[in-house]
């Protein structure tokens, strides 16, 4: 520990929705924090944050924000990420950094602690944080995997609005209440803010999340396919991945078929190994119409699975449904925690 | 024709939401009707229709309503089905039945006409219309089997909550109104009617739909399965499928992977085939943000495709996203366009 009752933690992106839960999280989890530095972009520069009962003014983050600063959360965008994130690396911080930027870069650990914490010891500064919908079913993945061997992913997601941030959950809700009142709307921020058509969220699903790439899939999708494949060590691993969004705030949900190595695993193996593996809550008792919502997901650390079965004509073959916090475990928990093991492997200075 | 200006149809479950559908679905595809009678529960009983600017008085359905019906179509519930139907049969009345009373029974064609309209001269009297969910999809598998052959299905569903009757379309607006007022409420038909528990879906995505099975899959989830294979004619084709209730008002949407025969088929291949085929019209063209939304669907008769893509590790396989009126071509059109094919088939005495 650089000082003796915590490090100098700083929060990029301190007034975002996930920023805003980081701060939570933080305390939360009583992370040990000697100080705490808030930047934002120039335009949310200067809002005050309460935190833990004191008023902190929140600063423009710029190179010399991170002088002093042991451990750098970022959730303000790819593109501060990409100018600032190398600067706090020089000033002698390490970044864990919630965008996209880093993530597929050969010298960046990209990581969920439940699943491969021991790469946080390859670090050179930066540590990614995975897509929220990656995160989720790797975590349900990797007891699987280590178990069974794992050849074959397809998952179907049904995502919330807030993945898009605060704004679209806005938008969700003028919507739903326009569609309620008969008025009209016109829809702004989704599918995806910079695109160039805009589609009515509620009461709709729309199976487009970010821009599309020349084979047809978009960006979130191949992130999931990408991603899975680099957190589990896996470049062989078959990963495929529709990304839909849904008229939900908040708690994404994964519809996933998956093939295991072994052909004689029950239903009833499979359940008992999630039932005990790290950060999953089993929901699964059809009987008692137990299976994991959305709904009820938010605020919880845990990912929670359910509707476990065999596949019907394939041996090895299972489905189950996933669901989870995506600003939590999907964003602010996972970063938290990336924090926490560092201080545990004792990786901060 | 029993009759010279057409034929004596009777609409059984006039009142509800599918019943209307029907109605209206025979009016504006101009089917040649003598007579129209309209049938209900006793409850409902005595309410009066306008149909073509005539006053009908629904009546009571009891066996001797259905002397003297060519075509009853039925869609009030499979108890009603399972006693009133062969009553009808009796009485020379060919029925065409929306419930699932009688799909799997080995003597009734379980028909969707551009899949396997040939089946309808193997009916005994009883000619069932399949679940919302498959149907949308047999249209969409059928061409791709005739070109490339099939192999296998794993389907994810969005369904819209009007496929548990007009009274969910009330819970859902009810609900999503009282949550954006922050006013209490309590759920009381989704995700069945009859169960124990019944959840939020304004919000929230439900991964039930009817009751479960012992083998841990619903009988929706089933139903597409069994159905699937029946109306093909593929007792060997690998179905899976996982059944989601979503916060939307009608139209069913599909997230569908599947394998073909042929390894060397192109995503441009498939395309040039949907985009021809019977009942589907292809909405995809990610360059545009096209592709197919539940929003869009609605009161339209076809079948709307997109998102098609090959898959990036399996050379015979394609993701697709389906999307379909459930009102519509999921229920009261498919109906319409048997009565339209054993017409066309001279298979009405």
Redesign the interface.
């Known amino acids: 520990m650089s000082q003796t009752n915590g490090f100098h933690v700083a929060v990029v992106g301190a007034t975002g929705a996930v920023g805003e839960q980081i701060l939570e999280t933080l305390t939360k989890r009583q992370f040990p924090i000697s100080k705490l530095t808030l930047l934002s972009s120039a335009r949310s520069a200067g809002k005050k944050i309460f935190h833990q009962g004191k008023e902190i003014i929140v600063e423009e983050a710029k190179p010399d924000s991170f002088t002093g600063v042991d451990i750098a959360l970022f959730s303000a965008g790819g593109s501060v990420s990409r100018e600032l994130a190398p600067e706090a690396v020089k000033r002698g911080a390490i970044v864990i950094d919630n965008t996209s930027a880093f993530r597929m870069a050969s010298d960046v650990p990209l990581v969920v602690p439940e699943v491969n914490e021991y790469e946080l010891h390859n670090h050179n500064g930066i540590i990614a944080n995975p897509n929220c919908s990656t995160i989720q079913m790797v975590v349900t993945l990797e007891p699987i995997r280590k178990q069974y061997g794992l050849k074959?992913v397809?998952v179907?997601t049904?995502q919330a609005v807030s993945g898009a941030g605060a704004a679209a959950i806005d938008e969700?809700?003028h919507q739903?209440?326009s569609i309620?009142n008969k008025q009209p709307f016109e829809p702004k921020i989704l599918?995806v803010k910079g695109?160039?058509?805009h589609?009515?969220i509620a009461?709709?699903?729309?199976?487009?999340i970010d821009q599309?790439e020349d084979?047809?899939?978009t960006f979130e999708e191949m992130k999931m396919?990408n991603e899975t494949k680099k957190i589990m060590s896996m470049p062989e691993l078959?990963?495929?991945a529709?990304c839909?969004r849904?008229?939900?705030?908040v708690g994404h949900?994964e519809?996933v078929?998956l093939e295991v190595e072994k052909t004689d695993v029950t239903?009833a193996d499979m359940k008992t190994l999630l039932s005990d593996a790290p950060g999953i809550t089993l929901q699964d008792n059809?009987?008692?119409?137990l299976?994991?919502?959305?709904?009820d997901c938010v605020g919880k650390s845990d990912v929670f699975v359910?509707?476990?079965?065999?596949?019907?004509?394939?041996a090895s073959?299972f489905?189950m449904?996933i669901v989870a916090d995506n600003l939590l475990k999907g964003a602010a928990l996972n970063s938290v925690q990336i924090a926490e093991s560092l201080v545990k492997l004792g990786l901060v200075k």
């Open positions: 074959k397809i179907s049904y969700l809700n739903t209440q309620l599918p695109a160039n058509k589609y009515q009461f709709n699903a729309i199976p487009q599309f084979n047809g899939y396919i078959q990963v495929a529709t839909v849904l008229p939900v705030a949900s519809s078929y239903a059809p009987e008692n119409q299976y994991p919502m959305p709904a359910g509707r476990i079965r065999k596949d019907l004509d394939e073959g489905h449904w």
